[in-house]
């Protein structure tokens, strides 16, 4: 079993709430990722990052922010939370670089629903 | 048209049969296959990885790519209760800088071994 947690593994909280999704590896390693699983839809990812202080936007828009001060934590935060990011959201990291070897481990996701 | 397509089942088969799993892919760009196993209230697991055409074998696990077809599938032998999960695949098309290569995933297609 992959050494990536997260934080609360199921949230509920009321309208207009700010909330942070704790997400930690203790692999080392520098690639990190969160997506956003909705019921029998794709996996969509919506920020990553290369390592400490590198943060980008994924494919999908999320009004979701993080931050990586650390190599081994990357939190995603809601400032103002909606009914529309009820959703299953999903860390993942990555070691190797390159295309080969591109393996990425999941954590167990927060299943988040916002009232 | 999505750029992944996965029927998202359900699929129901007794124990010890031979269960095909299917993703079509319409974008001739994408060069590297995986398959993730999601089992309920958990992340995505790594089954199996290929970027070839043709067959690889793992256990009880074949993943097949027909690059001229645009078609990937993963075959289970001797099927198990224990293999009741959401099966999910995956292709990496972009690269995203710094070494990393974003995947694309499938729907995932729900798979129930009846005992």
């Known amino acids: 079993e992959a050494d990536i947690y997260q934080t609360p593994r199921y949230l509920v909280i009321g309208t207009g709430k700010k909330i942070t999704l704790e997400c930690s590896q203790t692999m080392g390693h520098d690639k990190m990722y969160w997506y956003q699983q909705d019921p029998g839809m794709e996996l969509h990812l919506i920020h990553y990052s290369y390592g400490v202080n590198s943060t980008e936007k994924g494919d999908l828009s999320s009004e979701s922010t993080v931050s990586r001060i650390r190599t081994e934590h990357f939190p995603l935060t809601l400032e103002s939370a909606r009914p529309s990011h009820t959703s299953q959201y999903l860390c993942?990291?990555?070691?190797?670089?390159?295309?080969?070897?591109?393996?990425?481990?999941f954590g167990p996701g927060t299943r988040l629903t916002v009232l | 048209q999505k750029e992944v397509e996965q029927d998202p089942g359900p699929l129901s088969v007794p124990e010890g049969a031979i269960v095909s799993l299917n993703c079509t892919y319409s974008?001739?760009?994408?060069?590297?296959f995986m398959w993730y196993r999601q089992y309920s209230r958990k992340g995505p697991e790594l089954l199996m990885y290929?970027?070839?055409?043709g067959n690889k074998e793992d256990g009880r696990f074949t993943a097949q790519v027909d690059k001229s077809s645009k078609y990937i599938s993963l075959f289970i032998r001797d099927s198990q209760p224990s293999d009741s999960a959401t099966y999910l695949c995956?292709?990496?098309?972009?690269?995203?800088?710094?070494?990393?290569?974003?995947?694309?995933f499938g729907k995932g297609t729900k798979l129930s071994v009846i005992p």
């Open positions: 290929t970027y070839s055409s």
């Open positions: 974008n001739s760009a994408f060069q590297y």
């Open positions: 995956a292709m990496i098309l972009a690269y995203s800088g710094a070494g990393s290569y974003q995947l694309t």
């Open positions: 993942a990291s990555s070691r190797v670089t390159g295309i080969f070897g591109n393996e990425q481990f």
